[in-house]
């Protein structure tokens, strides 16, 4: 179970640094081609 925690903190943190690069360039062609739904 420690490696499934270790692996969800990993992409948890993945996805806090994508946020985090998605709110440095808010330029509307790199958020177009991204899945967001």
């Not at 996805?15 to 690069?21: K, V």
């Amino acid at each position: 179970m420690r490696n499934v925690n270790l692996n969800i903190l990993k992409f948890l943190e993945s996805i806090d640094n994508f946020c985090l690069s998605l709110a440095e360039n808010r330029t509307p062609a790199k958020i177009q081609h991204l899945p967001l739904g």
